[in-house]
């Protein structure tokens, strides 16, 4: 992957808000407060179960899944949120599986997008999205805090991903609750789970953290349970052949 890739992203993000309607707020979809969950479920990792059909990385990974079924799935085997990919150009994802599938769980939803602008937060909003991602790497600091501040406002929880020490400070600022370590360097690609641990070092009591990419077996879980609240899980759930049995030994007891 050449080192265009977030800046090739964004810049196709920007004509696809460009074309974007502004949509009417409505009524916000009810269930847990995800970082609550979090607080209080601190005896074993928690699973963000992600639908996720192909990305840039890998190209195709289930294109022909069922996301509905998926995400049930995902669910009955004890996922505490479902994220719902939601770009179609580079994630093969789509506005309307996140719709089903928050019309179809009871549990929280993440909108997994890169989000620049205030449509994209109601849109997902209106689609039943609870929660929100902001990556620090893909806004400036002030535009950052405004996002963060709008979604606040009409009652979404934030993700916000980082990727380096520089990014983690700059969440740490923001006030952040929910705080993402990204293991995937977003320039090379390669995913490393030590990004989680060096970065837990700077870690802090108030906020939830939650490590993403590269978790295929309970082992890989463990080297970063110590220091997270939550795994962020795509792959190896799209391509697992007994899902139940991939979440559970997945779900590492922090004990």
Known sequence: MNQ???????????????QLALEDIKPLRQTYSFYEFLQTHQDRVQIIAEVKKASPSLGDINPDVDVLAQAKSYETAGASMISVLTDPQFFKGDINYLRQISKTVGIP??????????KQIIRS???GATVILLIVAALAEERLKELYAFANKLGLEVLVETHNAKELAIAHR??????????????SFKVSLETTQVLADHFKTAP??????????????????PYVNAVLVGTALMTSNNLSAKVKELQVDKG
């Open 125 to 127: 909003r209106n689609a």
């Open 4 to 18: 265009t890739f977030l800046p090739r992203i964004l810049k196709e993000k920007e004509q696809e808000v460009a």
């Open 208 to 225: 939830v953290y939650v490590s993403e990419s590269g978790f295929f077996t309970g082992q890989d879980v463990e080297q970063v349970a």
């Open 174 to 187: 923001l006030g952040a609750k929910i705080i993402g370590v990204n293991n995937r360097d977003l320039v």
């Open 109 to 118: 939803t993440l909108a997994k997008d890169f989000i620049i602008d205030e």
